[in-house]
C-alpha cells in the first residue's frame, strides 16, 4: 500500500509558476518500481493525463497542452515527485493528482491515489 500526498498548489496569476509535489509513505515508489503520473480534473470535465515519469526516471512523457511549460521529475531517495509548472494559464485551473502504479498515460494504469490540490490560474 502507498498513500501519496500532494502539496504546492495555490493560486497564481497568468505566467506565474507553481511547483507541485507528491510525497510517498508506507511502501516507497523504489518497493515496486512505480511510475508516477500527474493528472488534473477541472468541474465538468473528465480527469485528465498531465505527465508521467517512469520509476527510475529514465523515461517521461507530458500531455501535448502542457509540452514545454509543465515538468515531470522524481527524487526516489526522498520518495518525491514533482510537477514543475511555468507559464501557466487560466485554462490549467483543476485540481492535480498524482498516482502511482504502471507507466502509462490512462487512469487505469495507476492504482493509488493522492487526494489532490487545487490550482487556480487567475487571468
Known amino acids: 500500500q502507498v498513500q501519496l500526498v500532494e502539496s504546492g498548489g495555490g493560486l497564481v496569476q497568468a505566467g506565474g509558476s507553481l511547483r507541485l509535489s507528491c510525497a510517498a509513505s508506507?511502501?516507497?515508489?523504489?518497493?515496486?518500481?512505480?511510475?508516477v503520473g500527474w493528472f488534473r480534473q477541472s468541474p465538468g470535465k473528465e480527469r485528465e493525463f498531465v505527465a508521467a515519469?517512469?520509476?527510475?526516471?529514465?523515461?517521461?512523457r507530458h500531455a501535448d497542452s502542457v509540452k514545454g511549460r509543465f515538468t515531470i521529475s522524481r527524487d526516489n531517495a526522498k520518495n518525491m515527485v514533482y510537477l514543475q509548472m511555468n507559464s501557466l494559464k487560466p485554462e490549467d485551473t483543476a485540481v492535480y493528482y498524482c498516482?502511482?502504479?504502471?507507466?502509462?498515460?490512462?487512469?487505469?494504469?495507476?492504482?493509488?491515489w493522492g487526494q489532490g490540490t487545487q490550482v487556480t490560474v487567475s487571468s
Open positions: 498516482a502511482a502504479g504502471a507507466f502509462g498515460t490512462w487512469k487505469a494504469s495507476y492504482n493509488y
Open positions: 508506507g511502501r516507497t515508489f523504489s518497493d515496486y518500481a512505480y511510475a
Open positions: 515519469i517512469s520509476w527510475n526516471g529514465g523515461a517521461t
